[in-house]
């Protein structure tokens, strides 16, 4: 939470969160839901989303 607290986009919040160090795959997990819940699927980088295993299954369910 604190990472979304102290930037103003979704790019940022990952990317801090990321960037505490250690174990953080289960933080910014939760770091991106929260942040896609805040500032919406069109925050998300197109260029990340492009890199998603399974892309089509996952816009499948999504839309």
Not at 7 to 21: E, H, I, M, P, Q
Not at 25 to 51: H, V
């Amino acid at each position: 939470m604190w990472c979304i607290l102290n930037t103003n986009n979704y790019k940022d919040a990952l990317l801090k969160t990321v960037n505490l160090g250690d174990d953080t795959d289960t933080t910014t997990a939760i770091t991106g839901r929260l942040a896609g819940i805040i500032y919406g699927y069109n925050a998300i980088l197109r260029e990340w989303i492009e890199k998603l295993k399974n892309k089509k299954l996952i816009e499948y369910c999504l839309f």
